[in-house]
């Protein structure tokens, strides 16, 4: 090579070696530009991370000083709250605003807790009690917001009666009037100190705690992954418009509406994203993978459908999380059966107020449902242990629970809903 440059520039030896020299000084320059960009960038991207890293630690900082506040600012039995706003959300639901009447702090709450309410409702000798979930986002401190549908009696059997509470929700509840709060509670919420990617799954009114997550997530500042599918018929029962359309606005948050029976007048695109009910095979098509925690809440047909979608899909049990009030359960695949030893012995629980002696059911997850199937009446609210509506009075035997109560219930009760017989029980019910 050192010949051919010679030859080159005529025979001058030192001028080739000078230009070989420049070579080499001018690679080596190459090689350190490119190990100080490579650095460069390496610690601009470290920074990033560094960065992302400590918004993380100092999101849940806040979070679990909010949890602390929860417990200062909480409070026992009921309180009593004003009505300042009802609105209509579109045909037959209703967001109501309600602040303390004594104009006390409000505590914050998880995104997807609810709200449970003691109604004074006419012609009832005794309060009804109802669960309804927070619609807003757990930042704000100034109003609490349930936004409720009137239920109405199921097409399949018009002869049941439509929803008691909601009906008076919807008729009776005005701006101005008093009502009987406890404190947000619940075990269905999104956890803000995990920034794992999640898909919320809503179906009609089942919106509601849906849009309490992805408001948390959007006022939180971090860049969590969302994505929000929401279910209904068409146009008239678009709830909550103007706030999806916010939640649209950011960059980390999908929001895809789909009308099963979309109006003739109602645009692709333009009203809503999908034509069809919210399944599996739509989150296949629209999600990048199955990575994701998956909450649900709307209709028991909904989410039972979701919910073997999502495990035939291969996503653990543990990313799949759903809330239901009254009978909208999700009934898990039974357990492979056992032997009558392992089972425990067979036991009785007879129902006193009904004249009702049956053999227990392992099968059910609880004496409520066990009870329900029997068509022996027990009033519900939350199924999740927290309002104590479902609270009936032990006359002989004991029981298991399932999970801890919220509040123990008072001596000589159970709480139907999270708690199973050990051995013969009788009920005063």
């Not at 709450?109 to 109604?119: H, V």
């Not at 925690?293 to 039972?304: L, P, R």
Request: proline share 6%; glycine share 8%; hydrophobic share 40%.
């Amino acid at each position: 090579m050192v010949e051919q440059i010679q030859a080159a520039l005529g025979g001058n030896v030192g001028l080739a070696l000078g230009y070989i020299l420049l070579a080499v000084l001018a690679s080596q320059l190459v090689l350190m530009a490119y190990s100080a960009a490579a650095r460069v960038v390496h610690e601009r991207r470290q920074q990033r991370l560094d960065r992302e890293r400590l918004e993380t630690l100092v999101t849940a900082a806040k979070y679990r000083y909010k949890e602390a506040q929860e417990v200062i600012h909480g409070w026992n039995g009921y309180r009593k709250f004003k009505v300042t706003q009802k609105s209509s959300e579109c045909e037959d639901v209703y967001s109501f605003y309600l602040v303390p009447h004594d104009r006390k702090p409000l505590p914050p709450y998880k995104p997807g807790q609810y709200l449970t309410f003691s109604l004074d409702l006419p012609g009832r000798d005794k309060p009804v009690v109802r669960c309804y979930s927070l619609s807003d986002s757990p930042m704000r401190s100034d109003f609490y917001r349930v936004t409720i549908k009137r239920e109405k009696a199921p097409p399949d059997k018009p002869e049941l009666p439509p929803g008691l509470a909601s009906g008076f929700f919807s008729d009776h509840v005005q701006e101005g009037d008093i009502l009987n709060v406890k404190a947000p509670a619940g075990h269905f919420y999104l956890d803000m100190t995990k920034t794992t990617p999640i898909c919320l799954l809503a179906g009609g009114v089942g919106l509601t705690p849906m849009l309490s997550m992805a408001k948390a997530v959007a006022e939180s500042g971090l860049r969590r992954d969302v994505w929000l599918f929401f279910g209904c018929r068409s146009g008239p029962e678009h709830m909550l418009r103007e706030d999806l359309l916010k939640l649209s606005a950011y960059e980390n948050i999908r929001v895809v509406v789909c009308y099963s029976r979309p109006g003739k007048s109602e645009v692709k695109g333009q009203d809503y994203h999908h034509e069809g009910r919210v399944t599996v095979d739509l989150l296949k098509e629209k999600l990048p993978s199955n990575n994701y925690e998956f909450f649900m809440c709307g209709n028991g047909a909904f989410m039972k459908t979701l919910n073997d979608g999502l495990e035939a899909w291969g996503v653990p049990e543990k990313d799949i999380h759903y809330e239901a009030f009254g009978p909208a359960t999700v009934k898990k695949k039974a357990a492979p059966a056992v032997s009558a030893v392992a089972a425990g012995p067979a036991c009785k629980v007879i129902f006193a107020k009904s004249g009702k002696e049956l053999e227990w059911n392992p099968a059910q997850a609880n004496l409520l449902d066990f009870a329900l199937e029997q068509g022996v009446r027990i009033e519900s609210g939350c199924r999740a242990g927290s309002c104590g509506v479902c609270s009936v009075a032990i006359k002989s035997g004991g029981v298991d629970y399932v999970k801890a109560p919220d509040a123990a219930p008072e001596g000589g009760s159970c709480l139907t809903c999270i708690c199973r017989p050990k051995g013969d029980l009788v009920l005063d019910a």
